[in-house]
């Protein structure tokens, strides 16, 4: 099925396709490939990512299809197909399967071409292995290095001369075929056979370094995609389902939204559901990032993928295929990974006119070096030449940006924080200050009985059995906040009579033949009980941020409870860490000035904006961005939307709502708070990686090319510099993986 996608702001008839691309060797050759897509009528925008070998093409349907898209890719000379859906059952895609298949083929290339070239390099290099006729050897091992190893550089280099373009392979092509033409002239047009007339091995070298480079790179490329790989794999394979007839193991892909699973211990959770009946510890590890096991009940939301480890539960099936979790973390990690940062621009200006400028520099190397620096010694010049053309490859400079974002976002999606893409990774470098929603983001989101006190004469586990007896059945979460706590304590609650519910104040009955008032101070005082004995309590609990309500027993007063949205349990940690990357942080809520200053206290927070309505929370974004801001706004629920739009950076918890996630730039899966400081330093990390390898790449051209021209730098070397730039470049990326948060902290 292919991967046609309708965003969902689009105003107009659009669409987007991923296509998986084949023949790229370097920058110039994405830099093609997105010029001849990007310039057909009804295609909006074109990006190529070079690592990943990926296009994304937004167009119109109704002007141009699939099919016109994968030509225009032909048409330049490279290949093209529609990738496969993400969550592709199979165990291995056509794509995966073709990317296997050219690796192995580059693999025996690359051994074939060594075999051969060893000889010829001994024979070349090693004083004493010469021989009458040695020439003709090297002639025979060289010939199929040139043409079957370096066959496919050959043929890449035409297809691309003859779309009138220009790429690596028509700098490897043109040095190596020098270096060969002139060695096969020497071979059969002179009768004299001397040591430094042929360059049969220079040709050999290079192609076969070249292939050992492009094979590492290759082994690379696989292990930067490693992480939405294991995601993929993570998806189980069948599924339990109850049906009238009794259980039935089905593949997974059967599965229907309502259908009744049965999940045992040690099995994976066969998609997103809500827990029916039964009791576990469920690992959500593998997409949270968090490694302690949440304990599931009935009611409780489970994710298809993650892992069951200690009781059985039977769940109903919310959402299957596409619509799961999962699966829509690996689509936006590839829509990530498929993604260029704005830095990237300068190196694909640099490359799309790069290999024409080299050309022009091997052709004046050539001509000084023939007709000034060594009249007449065509061997010489031409050695200058072959290192001109051969270290100029512009890989390392095409691989530098794309390799970080994939590495980054990849680690980014097994640590539970989803970035969307490498423009996300340049604006949460930039961030200087974070507004934090209260409800739901720093706290629990609900209300917790806190506080429970008792004055004398009264025992104080059997006064909050009476009151939440009273309150059983209020669905106020106060009420709920009250109950859940005498629960908590293994309380037994007794039946409520003569219930009276007085609105916006309290709540009276009888239990267990005793009249019970539970409310507002004011409520108890109308009713003629003297509060005095507790109100030193109740304010200093109210200036916690808690909410006290007194309770009376037979018209007298007896205790005073407390009930409190609690800070999440990390929130304070979350804050320190922000703080210590040297950021401001602001927490912006509706709750009233006194509440809200009372929980920004205990999370370490100086700077409170209370009392704001949800649709105003954008509007405090701007504030901050007018003042000169760059600011990062942090939100789980769908009130918090247009501010997460607003901000430069928005942050969505992945335990909030759906519209909150596809409003922000960084998802959190998990929820953990502490996840805030961990996305912007792994975006701060990703940057720096990026910016370190265009650096290398930029450096090793801007020194290596006069070096070659010059004469300093033999071809052969020259071919292996050429292999450790594009390494270097790999391996710093891929440095990323070992990325520590600080929760692992």
């Known amino acids: 099925m292919m991967n046609i996608q ?14 998986a691309l084949g023949g790229m060797s370097c920058a110039a050759c994405a830099g093609r490939v997105e010029r001849a897509l990007g310039g057909l009528d009804g295609v909006t925008s074109a990006n190529v990512n070079f690592a990943a070998e990926r296009a994304r093409v937004a167009f119109d349907p109704t002007r141009i299809g ?12 490279y290949e093209a197909a529609p990738v496969v859906e993400a969550m592709d059952t199979r165990a291995t895609s056509p794509e995966d399967e073709q990317k296997r298949r050219a690796y192995l083929a580059l693999r025996n290339r690359l051994l074939f071409a060594a075999v051969l070239t060893l000889p010829v390099f001994l024979i070349s290099m090693v004083p004493g292995l010469t021989f009458p006729g040695f020439e003709y050897l090297l002639l025979a091992l060289a010939t199929p290095v040139q043409f079957i190893a370096g066959w496919p550089f050959l043929r890449n280099a035409y297809n691309v001369l003859r779309h009138g373009s220009a790429n690596m392979d028509v700098l490897v092509a043109m040095g190596t075929l020098a270096a060969y033409s002139f060695s096969v002239y020497q071979t059969f047009a002179t009768a004299h056979a001397g040591h430094g007339h042929y360059y049969y091995e220079t040709a050999a070298v290079i192609i076969t370094l070249i292939l050992f480079g492009k094979f590492l790179e290759a082994r690379a490329k696989g292990d930067a995609s490693a992480a939405i790989k294991a995601l993929m794999g993570l998806r189980a394979k069948t599924a339990r389902v109850l049906r009238e007839g009794g259980e039935v193991d089905l593949p997974v892909d059967q599965v229907i939204v309502g259908d009744r699973l049965l999940v045992r211990p040690g099995e994976k959770v066969p998609t997103d559901g809500v827990i029916l009946s039964g009791r576990s510890t469920v690992d959500e590890s593998m997409l949270t990032g968090e490694s302690m096991p949440v304990t599931k009940g009935e009611g409780d939301v489970v994710i298809g993928a993650t892992l069951n480890k200690s009781g059985a539960f039977t769940m109903a099936a919310t959402k299957v295929g596409a619509g799961t979790a999962l699966a829509q973390i690996v689509r936006l990690v590839q829509e990530a990974q498929g993604g260029k940062a704005p830095i990237q621009r300068l190196a694909d200006q640099v490359s799309g006119i790069f290999v024409p400028i080299v050309l022009g520099i091997a052709l004046l190397t050539f001509l000084a070096w023939y007709f000034w620096a060594a009249p007449g010694n065509l061997a010489a010049a031409l050695t200058a030449t072959v290192a001109v053309l051969v270290i100029a490859c512009p890989c390392a400079m095409g691989l530098a940006t794309p390799m970080a974002i994939m590495v980054g976002t990849g680690r980014g999606a097994a640590l539970g924080v989803l970035i969307k893409g ?22 629990e989101g609900q209300p917790a009985l806190t506080d429970w006190l008792a004055v ?38 007794g039946e409520p009579t003569a219930f009276e519910a007085i609105t916006g104040a309290g709540i009276a009955a009888t239990v267990d033949g005793r009249a019970v008032l539970v409310g507002t101070r004011k409520l ?47 929130a304070a940690d979350a804050v320190a860490a922000l703080r210590s990357q040297g950021l401001a942080i602001v927490m912006i809520t509706g709750d009233n000035q006194r509440t809200a200053a009372a929980i920004a206290k205990q999370a370490g927070i100086d700077q409170v904006v209370a009392e704001v309505l949800p649709q105003d929370k954008a509007a405090h974004v701007r504030a901050f961005q007018a003042a000169g801001k760059t600011v990062a706004m942090v939100g789980d629920g769908i009130n918090d939307a247009p501010a997460l739009a607003q901000a430069d950076l928005g942050i969505a918890l992945g335990t909030g709502t759906d519209v909150a996630m596809e409003a922000s730039d960084l998802t959190l899966v998990s929820g953990d708070v502490r996840g805030v400081a961990d996305a912007i330093a792994l975006s701060r990390a990703t940057l720096r990686n990026i910016k370190q390898n265009l650096f290398w790449a930029f450096f090793y051209n801007v020194v290596g090319i006069p070096i070659a021209a010059i004469g300093w730098l033999n071809p052969m070397l020259a071919a292996a510099a050429m292999a450790v730039s594009s390494l270097f470049v790999v391996t710093n990326a891929l440095r990323l993986r070992s990325f520590k948060t600080a929760r692992a902290a």
């Open 6 to 19: 309708t965003p969902p702001d689009a105003t107009g008839p659009t669409a987007e396709l991923e296509l």
């Open 66 to 77: 699939p099919e016109r898209l994968v030509k225009a890719v032909r048409d330049a000379g």
């Open 456 to 493: 004398p004469g009264f025992e104080a586990d059997a006064l909050l059995r009476l009151v939440a007896s009273v309150e059983r059945h209020s669905e106020h979460p106060l009420a709920t906040a009250i109950v859940a706590g005498a629960k908590a304590r293994g309380l037994t609650l």
């Open 422 to 443: 490498g423009e996300v990774l340049e604006r949460a470098r930039a961030v200087d200050t974070i507004v934090f929603d209260k409800t739901g983001t720093l706290t």
């Open 524 to 570: 108890l005082v109308e009713r003629g009980v003297a509060t005095e004995a507790l109100e030193s309590q109740a304010l200093l609990l109210e200036g916690e941020g808690k909410t006290a309500m007194f309770a009376a027993v037979d018209g007298q007063l007896a205790g005073l409870a407390a009930v409190a949205d609690r800070l999440k349990a990390h």
